[in-house]
């Protein structure tokens, strides 16, 4: 049984941790279980629980309102609005809950509510990138197993790689190219296949490899395709330490070549870019770039 402090449901769904234990005393919103020492813990049906609440008092509903609701009520009055008009808070924490009951079915109903209310492009930036860093927080707290990430990561890729297939393949003459790799041990794929969209969309040309490709093998693609770019994306293979190492080995090795970095290991002032490697901070950021390329 997952166990969460009241800080852990307070970071999750976004309600103050002061609210909740109100709301816990005055209308049994939830009842906190307690240790053998005496230390207040709470449950996955708790935090599921809180979730919905906070998305249907963000709607209107009163509390003393949604206390009466059994929890099948609740539930379906938060599919009645993640499915019209949810805003992208309902939407992450419905995501949340999908995951946590591992409910595909619902998972795509809400992400294609999304799609259909922001666009792809702004339901990967604004509900899934947040979800992703929820997503997170679960690890940290133990909240999540290995199958239930990749039960949910798996229909984003999906997701993801059907809307890359949808787009023109670009052939004109003058077409850059971009080739798109992990450095080796890195498994985390959801960022860069959203700029494999990001760049086939926009009309460039795009060699993906994908998780985990050793650094020999970047350069000796490099030398069978010539692509004009490339991208990468740290998230947790590497040491911080062994950041700068990497980015001057493939700057030096590939001196001609312009090279895009991204991803969360770049935070921090420790970062030396040498002068042919560019940082990128967000997709948007990344979108005027692109501009700049063609």
């Keep these: 049984m997952i166990r969460y402090s009241i800080t852990d449901l307070e970071k ?3 309600i103050k941790a002061h609210t909740i234990r109100i709301w816990e005393k005055r209308y ?7 240790t053998r020492t005496n230390i207040r813990y709470y449950n ?3 935090l599921k629980k809180i979730l919905n609440i906070s998305t249907l008092n963000r709607y209107g509903f009163k509390i003393s309102r949604i206390a009466c609701m ?29 995951m946590i009951e591992m409910d595909d079915e619902a998972f795509i109903h809400n992400f294609n509510t999304a799609v259909l209310k922001l666009g792809f492009e702004e339901c990967i930036t604004k509900v899934v990138y947040p979800f992703l860093e929820k997503m997170g927080v679960l690890w940290m707290t133990g909240t999540i197993n290995p199958a239930q990430e990749h039960f949910i990561t798996n229909i984003i890729r999906q997701k993801l790689i059907v809307a890359i297939d949808a787009q023109p393949e670009p052939n004109g003459p003058g077409t850059k190219s971009f080739l798109l790799f992990l450095p080796e041990q890195e498994l ?4 860069l296949l959203f700029y494999y969209y990001l760049l086939k ?3 460039f040309r795009v060699i993906y490899l994908g998780q985990s490709v050793p650094f020999e093998d970047v350069i000796k693609v490099t030398n069978i395709r010539k692509a ?12 911080q330490k062994d950041i700068n190492p990497y980015l001057k080995r493939l700057s030096e090795t590939l001196p001609e070549k312009r090279i895009f970095i991204t991803g969360i290991q770049l935070a921090g002032d420790a970062l030396r870019l040498p002068s042919n490697v ?3 901070n967000n997709a948007g950021e990344f979108r005027q770039t692109m501009d700049s390329l063609k």
């Design 201 to 203: 969309k926009n009309g």
């Design 188 to 191: 985390h794929e959801l960022g």
């Design 228 to 239: 004009d770019y490339l991208l990468t994306y740290f998230i947790t293979a590497l040491k």
């Design 70 to 98: 059994d929890d099948s009520t609740i539930k379906e009055k938060v599919r009645e609005i993640s499915g019209t008009h949810g805003d992208n808070e309902s939407l992450i924490n419905s995501f949340v809950v999908s």
């Design 12 to 14: 999750l769904s976004g």
């Design 44 to 46: 996955d049906d708790d």
């Design 28 to 34: 049994n919103i939830v009842s906190p279980k307690r």
């Design 278 to 280: 560019s940082k990128v």
